[in-house]
């Protein structure tokens, strides 16, 4: 079973994956694929990591989560925006070789015996970016998200923190 939810920043999807993982099992994980860029972000994780009880278990992984022993678990991967950005920059801004080691990786992982909870962005919705690189990026993630939703048994798109249900 795949959940995707995405919405805007601030939207409430990590809170609305976390609940939803919380009812399906007593000891979910959470798979944390950011890295640390700055002060700020860093700040941003510890506030995620303090807003989880001690019945999850937390995962840090930034690209490749089938390494990760997902069988029979119900996970969180927070978030696909932040993942697809440690593809994007290590490929050295290459959308289409990004774009195929994430389907890849994804793939991967889809097929999994688990309960896939995955949250993403559609900044596609938001600011237009001010760079070639960002806008490159914003390709990028639509394409995943796709991608994604299309694999997806449910797709949840978050609106100032009510879930609104658009596939399954």
Not at 66 to 91: A, Q
């Amino acid at each position: 079973m795949i959940y995707f939810i995405t919405g805007g920043e601030r939207s409430g999807k990590s809170r609305y994956a976390q609940q939803l993982a919380l009812e399906l099992s007593d000891r979910p994980v959470y798979v944390a694929t950011s890295r640390v860029w700055d002060k700020d972000f860093q700040k941003r994780v510890q506030r995620h990591k303090d807003e989880r009880n001690t019945n999850w278990i937390t995962v840090e992984e930034e690209k490749h989560l089938s390494k990760i022993d997902l069988n029979r678990k119900v996970v969180v991967i927070d978030c696909i925006t932040l993942w697809l950005t440690n593809f994007y920059v290590d490929t050295k801004y290459n959308v289409e070789e990004s774009l195929k080691q994430a389907r890849e990786e994804f793939e991967r992982i889809a097929s999994f015996d688990c309960t896939l909870i995955i949250i993403s962005n559609e900044i596609g919705m938001g600011v237009h970016a001010e760079t070639e690189t960002g806008r490159k990026f914003v390709e990028l993630q639509g394409w995943m998200n796709q991608h994604i939703a299309a694999r997806s048994n449910k797709v949840i798109l978050m609106v100032s923190g009510i879930p609104l249900s658009i596939k399954g």
